[in-house]
């Protein structure tokens, strides 16, 4: 008898740990190489809104070539304006600067935070195959090493997706994000790494027309990318503070000179 439940036992736990793996281990071997990630030069600009359609922030993007290929964003938050468990209201100024070698790999990246009453970054540089991050926050330092082949693809929770070129359905591959709302809430330097899925094809209304786009789907995030690879919409679920919804638009030059000086470009979509 014992013999029998300990068998009934052990299948019980095969077929668990299969599928365990089915669902949460072999899609992760099984992603692809990411597809094209630069973006092209110029400067780019993203509204954000929540669920309610009330606008809580921007996002400015910069391409630059020279030596580095760096991509810089500077984004602009009214948290005063989100209903959250955040402990630090007021507005939110968060930096990103992605450094790029001639391969177009990540070569190092520095993220930043400007809250009222608190300021934190994150540096990272690397070091043969991974990277050497840094994070500081008040009193607060912490180090640790990051996995450079699963960082290839570097991003944060708030905007997942900037540029998506070469995408084609059931196309997958792995993405790692940075998450700024632990820096503030936990004190804590956290990454995580999802699974990004080419789900199908999706018409969208996008800036008075509708656009065919691939929808790419993450367990957090949805995003739709026109044929050349610009992200004109993304829905993003951010925990306690629900779905925020991100579109891209024309660059207004007045708004992105008060928050941060931007290199000239005539690269400028501009209202």
């Known amino acids: 008898m014992n013999r029998m439940v300990g068998s009934i036992l052990a ?3 095969i077929v668990a740990m299969a599928a365990l793996i089915q669902r949460d281990v ?5 992603a692809q190489d ?3 990630s630069l973006l092209p030069v110029g400067e780019y600009q993203v509204g954000i ?3 309610a359609g009330q606008r809580i922030g921007t996002t400015w993007v910069s391409t630059t070539p020279s030596p580095l290929t760096m991509i810089r964003s500077t984004t602009e938050l009214q948290v005063s304006r989100i209903v959250g468990m955040l402990p630090v209201g007021g507005t939110w100024i968060l930096s990103t600067d992605l450094a790029y070698d001639a391969h177009n790999n990540l070569d190092s ?3 930043a935070l400007t809250a009222p009453g608190m ?3 994150v540096t990272a540089e690397r070091l043969e195959r991974d990277f050497s991050v840094v994070a500081k926050l008040g009193n607060m330092r912490k180090t640790m090493l990051l996995d450079g082949e699963l960082s290839r693809y570097l991003s944060e929770t708030l905007r997942p997706f900037t540029y998506l070129d070469g995408l084609h359905v059931g196309q997958s591959w792995r993405i790692r994000l940075l998450d700024p709302f632990a820096l503030i809430k936990n004190q804590s330097l956290e990454f995580h790494t999802e699974l990004a899925n080419v789900a199908r094809m999706e018409t969208i209304e996008h800036d008075g027309r509708m656009v065919e786009c691939f929808r790419v789907e993450t367990s957090s995030a949805v995003a739709w990318a026109d044929s050349g690879g610009h992200v004109l919409k993304q829905e993003v679920q951010i925990p306690l503070m629900g779905r925020w919804i991100l579109l891209d638009e024309p660059v207004d030059k007045g708004a992105r000179r008060a928050v941060t000086p931007f290199p000239k470009s005539s690269h400028a979509r501009t209202r």
């Open 34 to 36: 990411a597809p094209k």
């Open 11 to 13: 299948l019980t736990w």
């Open 119 to 121: 300021i934190g970054d």
């Open 109 to 111: 990246f520095k993220f």
């Open 26 to 30: 072999l899609p992760l071997w099984s």
């Open 49 to 51: 809104f929540d669920q």
